[in-house]
Each structure stands twice: as structure tokens, then as C-alpha cells.
């Protein structure tokens, strides 16, 4: 069978639809090649989601160790004795007590005292602990113990006050004897001596002992009071140093150079500033909200009267407001600054 002759028309569509099928087949070509690279990059992720799965999972099993770490430390700085050990002892444990030679470290004694308030002589014993034979004396030796007082019962003062009025202006009129610690009367007609108030404030601010531990420990020696009333007692005591402080604020202010210094401080729960002022040997010290200019000149060192060194804070090139003048005899500032 003889095929008819194509046409020109029909010969040029059959060569664009050959393009088209090369074409074609050439994208079919890309695409596959498209298609294995993301394959690959599948398997490749599917990998790393894998492994950081894994590492995932054990950095949230170190994070938990850590917090139960944390945990285990803040009970124990709160524990007022040690815990029992739970670790495995060491198989080769040092020996306790004072190592020998040069690791003996600073050998030290008490020493021996100067007043001695009784004697006591002890004997050999009738016969020989160990064989029963009579003992013989060879030398005396001494052995000094230093112990504290038995308690003793507090004393007690009446002050016979004869209260009177003056003539004149007809006001009441109410003497005071040096010893005594404040004029209540009444229902606060009983007080703390003077000796009392001042271990009450020295417990409270040179040990920091709160208020409540201070009346046990005052108790202990005899003397009941409250935890109240030793934070009354503190309080007078501090008013009655108000004299001797505004004296030392003022030897500040008559010192030729004054270094001052600030730390971190909290009063009431909130954050405060320390301000230390260091004199020609007198330091005192202020508690103020911020730790600007304005705070270091409303203290102390703010109005000086000394000569060519003085001067508000900061204001001698020379001297640096937070370091110590080089000075002889200068005291040195405070030290210990809080960190931020």
C-alpha cells in the first residue's frame, strides 16, 4: 500500500511535535535528577533529626540532674548541720589530724594564763591503776582550764524618782540619774540596764544575731526579755550614739581629704547603697536609696573645711573619688565593693 505524500503543513507539526517529545523528555530528565537530590537531602535530615533527637534527649536528662544539683544545694545551705553521706567512702583515705614536717602548718597554743582565781591539787591515786602497786610522786605538773562563771541572778535597781513642779512656769519636772536607760514610767516603768542594752546591741549589730536569738542568748544569762524589747533596747541605744556620730561626721568634715566608697545594701527587703566616708582617722558610714553625686554630697563628706585637698567629692583632679588619698596617715577606703 503506497502511503500519500505529506503535505508541507503536515510535515512542519510533525517536526514541532518531535521538539516537543525531545523536550519533553529532556525535562523528564531534570526532574528525576530533581527528585534524587531531594531524596538525598530527606535521607540526610532525617539523619541529623535523629541524632539531635538523641542529643535532645540527654541534654534534658543533664538539665534535669542539674536542677535536682541546685535543689540539693540550696536545702543543704539552709541545713543548720551536715547531712549523711551518701557517697561511696574512698578506698585510700588521709589519715586525720596534723600532718607531719613542713605540712604541720602554724603551730600555735593558748597560752598560758596570767591570773589564776583557784587551785586545785590532785593527788596520785592509792595504788597503780594497772598493777595495783603504790605510786611514788616524781615532779608536779600544772594544767590550766579557763571556764566561763556560773550564771548569776540579774540585778536589779530601783530609781526613787521625786517628781515635782516648778514654781514658776508650773511644769512637771522629772531628774534622771545617769545610769538610767529612759524616762517611761508606768506600764514601761521597767527597762534594760544600760549594760543589758549594750550586749543587746552588740548582738544585734556586731554578731547579726535577729532580735529573737539575742533574747535567748540574754536569757541564758539570767536576764528575761523579749524579742520586742530587745528591739526597743537597740533603738534607744542608737539614739543615745546620735552625739557621738554627729561628732564623727564632723571629724570627717574637718579631715583634709575624705575617700569615699559605696556597696550594695538592703533595708527593708529593698535595694539601698552603703556609703563609707574615710577621714584623717575617723570613718563613718551612711545608708542611702541611690549612689549618684547628689547622695555622696548629702553626706558626711559633702561640706568639707580642710584646705588645698579638700573639697566636695570628686571635685580635686587629683584625687579619685573611689580611691584612697596617698597620704601618710591616711586610713585606707573600705573595700569589698558589690559587684554591678
Same mark, same amino acid.
Given at each position: 500500500?503506497?502511503?500519500?505524500?505529506?503535505?508541507?503543513?503536515?510535515?512542519?507539526?510533525?517536526?514541532?511535535?518531535?521538539?516537543?517529545?525531545? $523536550?519533553?523528555?529532556?525535562?523528564?530528565?531534570?526532574?528525576?535528577? &530533581?527528585?534524587?537530590?531531594?531524596?538525598?537531602?530527606?535521607?540526610?535530615?532525617?539523619?541529623?533529626?535523629?541524632?539531635?533527637?538523641? +542529643?535532645?534527649?540527654?541534654?534534658?536528662?543533664?538539665?534535669? +540532674?542539674?536542677?535536682?544539683?541546685?535543689?540539693?544545694?540550696?536545702?543543704?545551705?539552709?541545713?543548720?548541720?551536715?547531712?549523711?553521706?551518701?557517697?561511696?567512702?574512698?578506698?585510700?583515705?588521709?589519715?586525720?589530724?596534723?600532718? @607531719?614536717?613542713?605540712?604541720?602548718?602554724?603551730?600555735?597554743?593558748?597560752?598560758?594564763?596570767?591570773?589564776?582565781?583557784?587551785?586545785?591539787?590532785?593527788?596520785?591515786?592509792?595504788?597503780? @591503776?594497772?598493777?595495783?602497786? #603504790?605510786?611514788?610522786?616524781?615532779?608536779?605538773?600544772?594544767?590550766?582550764?579557763?571556764?566561763?562563771?556560773?550564771?548569776?541572778?540579774?540585778?536589779?535597781?530601783?530609781?526613787?524618782?521625786?517628781?515635782?513642779?516648778?514654781?514658776?512656769? /508650773?511644769? /512637771?519636772? &522629772?531628774?534622771?540619774?545617769? #545610769?538610767?536607760?529612759?524616762?517611761?514610767?508606768?506600764?514601761?516603768?521597767?527597762?534594760?540596764?544600760?549594760?543589758?542594752?549594750?550586749?543587746?546591741?552588740?548582738?544585734?549589730?556586731?554578731?547579726?544575731?535577729?532580735?529573737?536569738?539575742?533574747?535567748?542568748?540574754?536569757?541564758?544569762?539570767?536576764?528575761?526579755?523579749?524579742?520586742?524589747?530587745?528591739?526597743?533596747?537597740?533603738?534607744?541605744?542608737?539614739?543615745?550614739?546620735?552625739?557621738?556620730?554627729?561628732?564623727?561626721?564632723?571629724?570627717?568634715?574637718?579631715?583634709?581629704?575624705?575617700?569615699?566608697?559605696?556597696?550594695? $545594701?538592703?533595708?527593708?527587703?529593698?535595694?539601698? $547603697?552603703? $556609703?563609707?566616708?574615710?577621714? &584623717?582617722?575617723?570613718?563613718?558610714?551612711?545608708?542611702?536609696?541611690?549612689?549618684?553625686?547628689?547622695?555622696?554630697?548629702?553626706?558626711?563628706?559633702?561640706?568639707?573645711?580642710?584646705?588645698?585637698?579638700?573639697?566636695?567629692?570628686?571635685?580635686? !583632679?587629683?584625687?579619685?573619688?573611689?580611691?584612697?588619698?596617698?597620704? !601618710?596617715?591616711?586610713?585606707?577606703?573600705?573595700?569589698? /565593693?558589690?559587684?554591678?
Amino acid at each position: 500500500m503506497v502511503r500519500p505524500a505529506m503535505t508541507a503543513g503536515e510535515g512542519g507539526r510533525v517536526g514541532r511535535q518531535r521538539q516537543t517529545v525531545a $523536550w519533553l523528555r529532556e525535562r523528564v530528565g531534570v526532574v528525576e535528577a &530533581q527528585c534524587r537530590a531531594v531524596r538525598a537531602d530527606r535521607d540526610r535530615l532525617a539523619g541529623q533529626v535523629e541524632r539531635l533527637t538523641g +542529643e535532645n534527649q540527654r541534654l534534658k536528662a543533664r538539665v534535669g +540532674e542539674l536542677v535536682a544539683r541546685v535543689e540539693e544545694l540550696r536545702r543543704a545551705g539552709k541545713r543548720q548541720a551536715a547531712p549523711f553521706s551518701k557517697d561511696r567512702p574512698s578506698p585510700h583515705p588521709r589519715r586525720p589530724g596534723r600532718k @607531719p614536717g613542713a605540712a604541720y602548718g602554724i603551730r600555735a597554743r593558748r597560752p598560758v594564763p596570767e591570773r589564776v582565781d583557784r587551785v586545785v591539787s590532785v593527788g596520785l591515786p592509792a595504788c597503780c @591503776p594497772r598493777c595495783g602497786a #603504790e605510786p611514788e610522786v616524781e615532779r608536779l605538773a600544772c594544767q590550766y582550764q579557763e571556764d566561763l562563771p556560773p550564771p548569776q541572778t540579774s540585778v536589779i535597781t530601783r530609781y526613787d524618782l521625786r517628781i515635782g513642779r516648778c514654781l514658776g512656769c /508650773r511644769r /512637771r519636772v &522629772q531628774p534622771r540619774h545617769p #545610769e538610767q536607760t529612759s524616762d517611761a514610767l508606768g506600764a514601761a516603768g521597767v527597762q534594760l540596764g544600760p549594760r543589758a542594752a549594750a550586749l543587746a546591741a552588740w548582738c544585734s549589730k556586731g554578731l547579726g544575731l535577729p532580735a529573737g536569738k539575742a533574747a535567748r542568748l540574754l536569757g541564758q544569762l539570767g536576764l528575761k526579755v523579749t524579742s520586742g524589747g530587745v528591739t526597743q533596747a537597740v533603738a534607744r541605744a542608737a539614739r543615745r550614739c546620735l552625739p557621738a556620730d554627729a561628732a564623727l561626721a564632723e571629724g570627717v568634715r574637718h579631715s583634709p581629704v575624705v575617700a569615699p566608697d559605696e556597696t550594695g $545594701w538592703r533595708v527593708g527587703g529593698r535595694r539601698a $547603697w552603703l $556609703w563609707a566616708f574615710a577621714g &584623717q582617722g575617723v570613718t563613718v558610714d551612711r545608708i542611702a536609696a541611690h549612689r549618684g553625686f547628689d547622695d555622696a554630697k548629702a553626706g558626711p563628706g559633702g561640706g568639707l573645711r580642710g584646705g588645698a585637698g579638700a573639697g566636695r567629692v570628686g571635685a580635686v !583632679p587629683h584625687v579619685h573619688p573611689r580611691r584612697p588619698p596617698d597620704l !601618710p596617715g591616711a586610713p585606707a577606703a573600705p573595700r569589698g /565593693r558589690a559587684a554591678g
